[in-house]
């Protein structure tokens, strides 16, 4: 039979070899021999082949019904073609065939076994050419067609990591079925070749599964059936080239004259269409054969892997070979497949489709898919998965270049906003599409030449315009630096030409509004920094470690240019926007971005000099905050002593000062004087203190002595209240500023007096904030608050650390009055309820939005007080006890100042988390009464805080195994803390707090759980009365310790009981297991493997060393002694001597003798109780010996690590 080539020019080169020369494949099996290991055949289901011993290539064409699963119907029909044909002549043998060696079966009868597949450990080795290695198989196929193809099947069977074989036997007498099952049988072996899926050159191990077998088998046939469709479709292209240029010399020739037309020429070319012909027909059909019985079922298989293999190479078809595959019934596979579930599958649709919408040609051919579905192609940019959402703005962007009119002003207005989106990937895209709809087409009609597009002052004008337009037309004016960003990679030259940004702000006739002129000026500064800088705003992450060298060099390049241009230029434009604070602020922020060193290094000392006038002139005008910080920065950066200029701009700096405070003590003094100042002097003395206290910021202003005399406004304002509050804001900050710098300046030569004089302004100063906390106005609360907390914690025990202990004098901690009210102002200011906020929803957004980045503020500066020292850290309870209520504002907050405080001491956070639930219970109680609380909706608040409180302990069972039990007793003994008059049977008021308790009982192991039952029945044994029904609480908490089983028996509130006998229950038989966990009373000396931590058991090692055993003794087997089974009652008669089921410890050591000992003792009441305190205190402190909160390797935990918790819902 004729087998169509594969036309591969170096199978030629092969004609014959000898048999000395060793092939390729034996070259690159032989040297990898040493490094892999050999690993046997597996088998693949070969769908379509003939019964016979024969296997053509003919075989691979099935039934054109999809549902076709490779069944022997196809097979007959080759079998058929088969025998038309004349047989072929016998191969010349070239190389000495592979024999296959023949071994007793276990029916007794002989197999046949192929010889070891050397191709899989050739290609694996991959230490020879892939094509010698093609060539070196084609030969042998010819050889021998059944050898060969098999030889390939079980490559093929090898690749899927399965070891079993497919035989020549089994491949001609069963069905593909029953190979099939066969493989899926012999798969449970201990397989681990799975090429696919394995990471690097260690293999996977499959654990048996039917799902993981047949996933090997799907996923290496459907790669390598779609590969060779691939490889079929590069033939037939290169097939068809042949048959046209055959046909153009065909038809060349016929159309010659008689005398001029060569018959044999003429016949030999028809000859040889003919045979294209055929030869086309025939990969078609295997090709057709291939799509309909792979594609077709596996581009909607179950696992995503195969999806997207199919969707990959069926774009690849439909680029390479687009006269047959480039139409919609192939499409429709891919416009299908854009609403996958998975995202690998929608991202290999999208980037088929670019590759198809990359080319012009290709995309006028696909105006009916488009239309179909551009819907869903609009709608992918806004995918969960960016990196989809990426490729589809990227599709459409080639749909709007190459395909005029499809996407419509609304497909467009969806992408356009994309642009100030966080992502930097999607915004760039969403940039680039932007450029190419808006920009793209009105520059380049303004241009002079392609060549000089980007150099035209029209081309740049008509940019800036359309930015502005585009810009205002967003909505998003306070983002202009995000639109920069999405534009620089696409139009960064146009961004650039800050000359042209520039002239056009200065040109007089320019007819730009206000909003134009302050958006034109946002521009340029983003633009400016972006150049500056080099990387995104705050905000946007490229995901980039650093700058290039080739990024660094721009970057330098730019900032001279910046600054070659911006220098002369500045002054000028201060000069004509001076009035206009939004506009002065961003200029003058210019200054941080590009090189000062210019004005000495190109003689620009004359542009500096209009600068510092301009820059005095601004500060003079105007009062608002972010102007006077902008300029209080500039003159900063310019008065660095490097610079060959600082003595000028020192000098500038000074007359500023001087002019300043010379008017601050003149209007001081008129203030101090005038019982009733008017509103000018207010005015204007608030005016100057406001610039003083942002130059004090940036600049050390000591020397100009102004602190003292704002103290003593301040303390005229707290004794008289006759000093309007706009002034006292401003000075608060002077006096704060002043005593930083003084902080500054203090070294180790700083003598002791110093230290104190300092020392006692700061306690001075802390005094008057603290009389500031209770002042009328809400603002000046606000900001003595936020000094106060900075205060406190520069001056806390913290300021030694680091070998400063020449700063000890100064630490200081804040009196208990001080610290009252702080945490006073906290809740009055922070934890305000929804009607307390003020105007609520009348208050436009951005402004709650700023009111609760304040809140928030303050609350930080209050936990970092806790965390640090400065307040005691049960004062974190005024905090943890709102932290379920107030989850949405706070919760990351709290949360961090939890994590915080256990690694700081373990044990105090969890009495201050129980302290916050005493807390909140008790103000419930007040409120209510003790009667009914549990139905109230507050109530259930405070258990749904418990219940958090208990998640953030983490599933570290053991880790916290103190730290619950404590938990536990100390809220047994506040719930019982007050007990109901004697006689009485009602209940105890705080008796309902044990519902809340009971939230922390599944972070209790089953031997606390038993101890704490006892513990609870002792308490409840001073209860005068017993009532005649068992109290809710107690049942709640009760079943929260207690098995399931027999929970309606036990009475958990019963008369006192006297003595107690000792019952020591028969061993466990030796196969007998408890029915659960929760069922079985063990109390084990080494507590219990945790649930859910893993499903893999391991070797249990015992809590302490155990000592040598006695000779001639044999060890702890896997009996155990357990206590006999009772029912609920009688574990609640005896729960003071039961018998603990411990492991057997011949040594006499370890907690479990201690627990034993301990529920041996026979004591009256009083002393029992007493006994099971002292038992879990001893319990605590022997597992304290694992999990010492004190112990160097917790002290050395870094604060900002929180994987202690490691509970996502905490």
């Not at 209520?885 to 001491?905: N, S, V």
């Not at 609480?1033 to 000792?1062: C, D, F, I, M, W």
């Not at 026979?1162 to 305190?1173: I, N, P, Q």
Request: one cysteine or more; proline letters at 5%.
């Amino acid at each position: 039979m004729n087998m169509p080539t594969l036309w591969s020019p170096s199978s030629q080169l092969h004609g014959s070899s000898s048999d000395s020369v060793p092939s390729p494949r034996q070259k690159s099996v032989g040297s990898a021999q040493m490094a892999l290991s050999p690993c046997s055949s597996t088998s693949l289901s070969c769908d379509d082949r003939n019964s016979q011993d024969t296997s053509e290539w003919d075989s691979l064409s099935v039934s054109t019904n999809e549902d076709s699963d490779f069944e022997d119907s196809s097979r007959r029909k080759v079998k058929k073609r088969v025998e038309k044909r004349p047989p072929r002549a016998a191969p010349v043998v070239k190389h000495r065939k592979k024999r296959s060696r023949v071994v007793p079966s276990g029916n007794g009868k002989n197999e046949s076994v192929p010889p070891t597949n050397d191709l899989f450990d050739a290609v694996k080795a991959a230490k020879c050419d892939m094509q010698s290695l093609v060539d070196e198989w084609l030969e042998n196929y010819k050889q021998d067609e059944n050898a060969g193809f098999l030889e390939l099947i079980n490559f093929f069977i090898r690749s899927c990591g399965c070891k079993s074989t497919v035989t020549a036997e089994m491949f001609k007498m069963m069905s593909n079925s029953e190979i099939i099952q066969h493989l899926t049988e012999q798969f449970n072996e201990d397989s681990g070749d799975y090429p696919l899926m394995a990471p690097g050159s260690s293999w996977k191990k499959f654990q048996g599964s039917f799902y993981s077998q047949v996933r090997a088998f799907r996923h290496t046939s459907t790669l390598a059936a779609m590969k060779l469709m691939t490889s079929l479709v590069r033939v037939a292209l290169q097939l068809n080239l042949h048959k046209d240029n055959n046909q153009r010399q065909y038809e060349a020739e016929r159309n010659k004259g008689p005398e001029r037309r060569a018959p044999e020429r003429l016949e030999s070319l028809l000859e040889k269409l003919k045979e294209f012909q055929e030869n086309q027909e025939e990969i078609e059909g295997m090709m057709n054969a291939i799509f309909r019985g792979v594609f077709v079922h596996r581009y909607r298989d179950i696992l995503p892997e195969i999806r997207a293999i199919c969707i990959e190479e069926i774009g690849c078809w439909m680029q390479s070979y687009s006269s047959s595959f480039l139409n919609d019934s192939y499409l429709k596979y891919i416009g299908w497949t854009l609403h996958d579930k998975h995202k690998d599958v929608r991202l290999k649709c999208v980037k088929a489709l670019e590759g198809l919408y990359s080319n012009q040609e290709l995309s006028t051919r696909m105006e009916l898919f488009t239309n179909r579905f551009k819907d869903r192609m609009v709608s992918m940019v806004m995918d969960r998965e960016c990196e989809v959402a990426v490729e589809a703005i990227k599709l459409l962007t080639l749909i709007l270049k190459n395909m005029e009119g499809v996407l419509t002003s609304a497909d467009c207005e969806k992408i356009y906003s994309i642009v100030y989106i966080s992502n930097r990937a999607m915004a760039s895209s969403a940039g680039e599409f932007v450029y190419w709809k808006i920009f793209y087409p009105e520059c380049e009609a303004k241009s002079v030449g392609s060549s000089e597009r980007r150099r035209s002052p029209q081309a740049q004008r008509t940019f800036i315009c359309l930015l502005l337009s585009f810009f205002m037309e967003s909505e998003h004016h306070n983002h202009a630096a995000y639109l920069v960003d999405s534009l620089w990679d696409c139009a960064a030259s146009y961004l650039k030409d800050w000359e042209s940004l520039t002239s056009l702000l200065l040109q007089k006739d320019q007819n730009l509004g206000d909003m134009q002129e302050r958006m034109l000026i946002e521009i340029l500064v983003s633009s400016a920094r972006q150049a500056a800088e080099g990387h995104p705003p705050v905000g946007r992450i490229t995901g980039k470690k650093g700058l290039t060298a080739k990024e660094r060099k721009l970057q330098a390049y730019d900032k001279v240019k910046l600054a070659e241009h911006l220098i002369p230029v500045l002054p000028q434009l201060l000069a004509k926007f001076s009035a206009d604070a939004e506009n002065v602020a961003p200029l003058l922020r210019l200054l941080s971005y590009f090189d000062l060193s210019i004005y000495c290094t190109q003689r620009l000392e004359k542009h500096l000099e209009l600068l510092l006038q301009q820059l005095q002139e601004v500060v003079v005008k105007h009062v608002e905050p972010e102007v006077l910080e902008a300029a209080a920065r500039g003159l900063y950066l310019l008065c660095k002593p490097e610079f060959t200029f600082f003595s000028r701009v020192d000098f500038a700096r000074s007359q500023l000062v001087d002019l300043l405070t010379d008017r601050f003590q003149q209007e001081l003094d008129d203030l101090m004087q005038s019982s009733f100042p008017d509103e000018d002097e207010v005015y204007s003395l608030t005016a100057t203190l406001k610039r003083l206290s942002a130059f004090y910021n940036a600049h050390d202003l000591t020397r100009w002595e102004i602190s003292e005399p704002c103290s003593r406004l301040i303390q005229k304002a707290v004794d008289t209240g006759e000093v309007p509050h706009q002034v006292i804001l401003p000075a608060l900050s002077l006096v704060y500023f002043s005593i930083l710098w003084t902080v500054t300046h203090i070294s180790e030569s700083t003598s002791h007096r110093q230290l104190m004089s300092l020392k006692k302004r700061m306690v001075a100063f802390c005094e008057l904030c603290q009389s500031c906390l209770s002042d009328v106005d809400p603002e000046i609360q606000e900001q003595a608050f936020v000094l106060l907390s900075d205060l406190l914690l520069i001056f806390s025990p913290q300021m030694v650390v680091g070998g400063r202990d020449f700063l000890r004098p100064l630490v200081f901690f804040p009196e208990a009055t001080l610290q009252s009210e702080l945490a006073s102002f906290l809740m009055d200011h922070v934890f305000l309820q929804p009607g307390e906020l003020g105007n609520g929803q009348s208050q436009e957004d951005h402004v709650q939005i700023e009111l609760l980045h304040q809140r928030r503020r303050l609350l930080a500066g209050f936990c970092k007080l806790l965390l640090y020292g400065v307040l005691e850290l049960d004062a974190a309870s005024d905090v943890f006890k709102h932290y379920n209520k107030f989850y949405e504002d706070y919760g990351d907050i709290i949360k961090e100042t939890l994590t915080r405080a256990r690694q700081i001491d373990r044990c105090q956070c969890s009495r201050i988390l129980l302290l916050s639930l005493k807390q909140l219970y008790t103000e419930l109680m007040q409120e209510h009464g003790p009667q009914g609380l549990t139905e109230l909706p507050a109530f259930i608040e405070m258990r749904d805080l418990a219940r958090r409180f208990a998640l953030s302990f983490g599933p570290q069972q053991l880790h916290n195994r103190d730290l619950v039990v404590m938990l536990h007793k100390e809220g047994i003994k506040f719930s019982l803390s007050e007990l109901p008059p004697a006689g009485s049977s009602s209940e105890p008021p705080s008796l309902a707090f044990l519902e809340l308790l009971s939230e922390f009982s599944p972070r209790l192991v089953h031997q606390d759980k038993q101890l704490l039952l006892s513990y609870l029945e002792k308490c409840l044994q001073r209860v005068s009365k017993a009532p005649s029904h068992p109290w809710r609480p107690v049942t709640t908490y009760y079943h929260s310790l207690s098995p399931v089983e027999n929970t309606a028996e036990a009475s958990p509130q019963g008369p006192p009981y006297s003595k107690k006998r000792r019952v020591e229950g028969p061993c466990r038989p030796q196969g007998k297991e408890p029915s659960s966990q929760e069922e079985s009373l063990q109390l084990s000396s080494s507590p219990p493997t945790p649930t859910l931590t893993s499903t893999a058991l391991k070797r249990r090692q015992s809590l302490r060393p155990v000592g040598k055993r006695q000779k001639g003794r044999p060890g702890p087997g896997p009996e155990m002694i357990s206590s006999q089974q009772l029912s609920g009652t009688q574990r609640l008669k005896m729960s003071s001597a039961q018998s603990l089921q411990i492991h057997c410890d011949p040594s006499g050591s370890g907690l479990g003798k201690q627990l034993t000992r301990l529920s041996l003792m026979e004591e009256d009441e009083e002393e029992e109780l007493g006994l099971l305190d002292g038992s879990c205190e001893e319990w605590q402190g022997g597992d304290k010996l694992l999990h010492s909160p004190s112990s160097s390797s917790e002290r050395g935990l870094d604060l900002l690590d929180t994987t202690e918790l490691n509970m996502e819902d905490f």
